[in-house]
Nanobody
Framework: QVQFVESGGGSVQPGGSLRLSCKVL????????MAWYRQAPGKERERVAL?????????????SYADSVKGRFTISRDNVKNTIYLQMISLKPEDAAVYYC?????????WGQGTQVTVSS
């Protein structure tokens, strides 16, 4: 059974940066498109970043982002470590949420514990 283990969250001031990690257990991280999602209190979970399966010979993959994070968040994948990352810069209070990873298109019912991101002065 596939498991996702998220880490890297924390508390930062507006304008700060964080790098989130998601270790994928039980599957190859490059076998499916992967994505980061977040859920703030009282709001529905939303997808913020997606990375497609990378092409074998070039390691090229497409990425897409929610408009609210475009230009500030970067998703990446390390196939050796079986991990995806979310680099977040210029964080805003509205980025505060619990962040999760999962498959990008065929979202699995199994979610990790998530990692909390707090942005406040």
């Amino acid at each position: 059974q596939v498991q996702f283990v998220e880490s890297g969250g924390g508390s930062v001031q507006p304008g700060g940066s964080l790098r989130l990690s998601c270790k994928v257990l039980g599957d190859n991280v490059n076998s499916n498109a992967m994505a980061w999602y977040r859920q703030a209190p009282g709001k529905e979970r939303e997808r913020v970043a997606l990375i497609t399966v990378s092409e074998y010979s070039t390691n090229y993959a497409l990425t897409s982002y929610a408009d609210s994070v475009k230009g500030r968040f970067t998703i990446s994948r390390d196939n050796v470590k079986n991990t995806i990352y979310l680099q977040m810069i210029s964080l805003k209070p509205e980025d505060a949420a619990v962040y999760y990873c999962n498959q990008g298109f065929s979202v699995l019912n199994t979610w990790g514990q998530g990692t909390q991101v707090t942005v406040s002065s």
